[in-house]
């Protein structure tokens, strides 16, 4: 009598950050499974909880974190399990991608996945402690021209704005077109966009990049944000700048981040937990990035569209454009920094309360362009 059992797909077990959007809806037995029959657990954690104790007991096959898990030697030096790794995030300087090269797992990271988000916020946070500059022509300094650079770059030149551009790892353009020194002193609003990178691992180290030398570069008047990685721009340089200057400063990251000293918070014109890029369209962009990148390692059709769970969108660039009295309905970035400001207890925002700000974040919604 011939044999009539078919062959059960391995399970595939996933242990991914809790703070990755729609995770159910993406990763399923439905939307991943190579047959009927496979099974697939998801175990979710908060990404600061993912650690190799938590590995070893579960034995994933796929990780899928955001930026605050390190990805290193430490956390998989023991583990065998592990053939596919996902950040639902741009950067990737929490990733030791060489190792994982070494190991031969695979990585995918979410490269432009809240490139308008991040650009948008960027347009509010100006345009609300500036409000003149709907009419009038400021020069916008962008340092780091990637993907989120040059988006912000669009946005500002529809506006009718100057814009002065510097990355050293691009070649000379119409946006970048500038030197170091240049943008610092002639941008009247200077924006971060760019990794972190240190002297060992690269010809144009940001650690620290704005450090008090930098700092003494830019006019008083002269309007700061950071929405990259905190680290790039020196906290005691910064505190000491803006006591010298009374500078607004904008950080949405902090140098020691998730930790943020109410003292630093004093002296900023807006401070957020890092939510920059927190739009439910770049939040399901990046799941949309590392699901379709991991159905491309499991050889089988990507099933999901974030398209299939987005509601309509009725927030328009070009409205907002004509109608600047409307801003704060499109995004109010004041809200947002009462939020972390209430979290403030014994001198600080404590990591914890940091990380709820940032897991419990009603998405907003992007404009579209």
């Not at 990585?107 to 347009?123: D, L, P, R, T, W």
Request: glycine share 4%.
């Amino acid at each position: 009598m011939p044999n009539t059992q078919t062959t059960k797909a391995k399970p595939l077990t996933i242990i991914a950050d809790s703070n990755i959007a729609s995770l159910d809806d993406f990763f399923n037995a439905q939307t991943l499974g190579q047959d009927t029959a496979q099974t697939v657990t998801v175990i979710k954690v908060a990404g600061r909880d993912i650690d190799a104790p938590l590995l070893a007991e579960h034995q994933p096959e796929v990780l899928l974190i955001r930026s605050v898990t390190p990805i290193n030697e430490q956390l998989l030096g023991d583990n065998q399990s592990v053939k596919f790794v996902g950040s639902a995030t741009i950067g990737t300087d929490h990733v030791d991608q060489d190792y994982l090269s070494e190991r031969d797992i695979s990585f995918a990271n979410a490269a432009g996945s809240s490139k308008h988000s991040v650009a948008q916020y960027v347009i509010t946070a100006i345009l609300t402690l500036r409000p003149e500059y709907w009419l009038q022509t400021p020069t916008l300094g962008i340092i780091g021209l990637g993907n989120i650079g040059s988006t912000l770059a669009q946005y500002a030149t529809d506006l009718g704005w100057q814009v002065l551009g510097y990355d050293p790892l691009l070649p000379a353009s119409k946006v970048n077109n500038a030197s170091f020194e240049q943008l610092l002193n002639d941008s009247d609003v200077v924006s971060l966009h760019l990794p972190l990178t240190q002297a060992e691992a690269s010809d144009y180290p940001t650690y620290h990049l704005l450090d008090a030398k930098a700092l003494q570069l830019m006019p008083a008047n002269t309007l700061l944000i950071n929405s990259a990685r905190g680290p790039v721009i020196a906290a005691d340089a910064l505190a000491a700048d803006i006591e010298r200057t009374n500078r607004q400063v904008v950080l949405d990251v902090f140098e020691h981040e998730p930790i943020v000293a109410e003292s630093l918070l004093n002296n900023l014109a807006i401070a957020t937990a890092h939510i920059a890029g927190y739009s439910l369209e770049g939040k399901l962009r990046g799941t949309q990035m590392i699901y379709d990148a991991l159905c491309h390692k499991l050889n089988i059709t990507p099933k999901q569209s974030m398209q299939n769970l987005l509601p309509d969108n009725l927030y328009l660039w070009s409205e907002l454009k004509n109608n600047p009295d409307r801003l704060s309905k499109f995004y109010d970035i004041k809200q947002d920094d009462k939020s972390l400001r209430k979290k403030v207890a014994d001198g600080q925002v404590s990591g914890s309360d940091f990380d709820q700000l940032r897991r419990d974040y009603h998405l907003r919604r992007e404009w579209q362009f």
